[in-house]
């Protein structure tokens, strides 16, 4: 009997996930080596970015002597005798808006209106908040006579200021290099003037899902069709781990079709993941184009679900090929291309936990397996207080892609255990 040309006539190795992941990071070299750089983008713009350098201070902030309330700037000798049933009255000379220049300056018993953010004026040494005051002459028309205010409480040299350093000082580290910025390191950038930052760049990654079955969600669907959904949850885990999708493709299994789905996705990628075609089958296209291209390697993972693995390139373009069974396609995201992703970017590595079964499971010899799972809400008790319970969800099958939704986590059951009791303990990867 003939052998099927796609079949290797020898043994293949399979490397245990933690080997296939130092495959990837070989394989990836040229992604890694890119990611490692800076590149400076706006700081609107560096949002879930990972910034490359670290961040001092150019200034310091506040950047003046300024109002933290609207109210008075007055000399705290002048209303130290100031209460509720004998209150101070001063002249005010002057109202200074945040924006203003500095006020006229503030001499013996007087005061000038400052609002929050407004400069002190020169002579003032703090602030009374206008609800500690009350109106006290208004203005001669005619500028003969200036209005009063009457303070109603003593305030203490500094109070209600905002001195220069308060916040920072020049040259302090305001954001380390390697923080993933949010919303409140943006802050911090632009109040310090900087318009942009230097940060890792994103790897541009196009995405081809594979099968004459598939048809895009909201499409009706002929017998045998199935709606199409790898393309979409692995653009969200690749955008979830700081990468940028440059294009989603859907390809039949056709050779000319798979081709230019390649084409398309390669454009202006640093890295083409596809998914499903990398099996054994008649109709594995993924293999068939690029398993014969030089440094391509299509073989077995010691693993369950996510078995068949693939590494080939296309036009110079690093190419992963993931199964295309959604649970088996997320599961090799998450377990073997996820950390090597994060570490390109330079984000901090999703850590593996502990939990407990809630109930017994069994695991084939030889392979790790990975179980979806839920966490329960609250910890177990017991001789370790404090680990959570973990439910595996449905079965091991990886078709059971709906089902996932209820999963939080997956347990990694060892290559060498058959079988677990309700009670023991496992290692958990977030979802």
Known sequence: MASHPDRPTHPVSRPSPAGYRELLRTHLAPVLERAAQSTRLPVVACADSVLARDLLASVDLPLFVNSQMDGY?????DIAGAGPDSPVRLRVVGTTH??????????????????????????ADCVVPVEDTS???????????????????????????RRPGDDVRAGDLVIPAGTRLEARHLAAAASLGESGLD????????????GAELVAPGRPLEPGQ?????????????????????????????????????DIAAGDADLVVTVGAVSMGDAEVVRQVLADREGARFAPVAMQPGGPQGLSTWRDTPVVCLPGNP????????????????????????????ARLS???????????????????????????GIPTVDPVSGPGSHLVASMARADVLIEVPADETSLAAGDEVAVIPL
């Open 73 to 77: 700037a007055v000399r705290s000798a």
């Open 98 to 123: 945040a924006g203003d220049g500095p006020g006229p300056r503030v001499d013996d018993d007087e005061a000038c209106k400052v609002m929050t953010g407004a400069p002190v004026p020169e002579g």
């Open 135 to 161: 109106i006290g002459d208004p203005a001669d028309p005619s500028g003969g006579r200036p209005a009063t205010v009457l303070v109603h409480a003593p305030r203490a040299a500094g109070e209600f200021i």
């Open 199 to 210: 940060v890792r760049p994103r790897p541009r990654v196009g995405v081809v899902a594979t």
């Open 226 to 262: 199935i709606w199409e959904s790898n393309s979409i949850t692995l653009a969200a885990a690749l955008k979830a781990c700081g990468c940028e999708v440059t294009a989603t493709v859907i390809s039949s299994d056709d050779r000319d079709d798979f081709t230019a789905a390649l």
């Open 327 to 354: 649970v088996s396609a997320l599961v090799s995201f998450v377990v073997l291309l996820r950390p090597v992703i994060l570490e390109a970017v330079g984000r901090v590595p999703v850590p593996t936990t502990r």
């Open 359 to 385: 109930r017994a499971v069994g695991s084939p010899a030889g392979k790790t397996q990975y179980l979806r799972g839920a966490l329960a809400a609250e910890p177990s008790g017991g001789d370790l207080p």
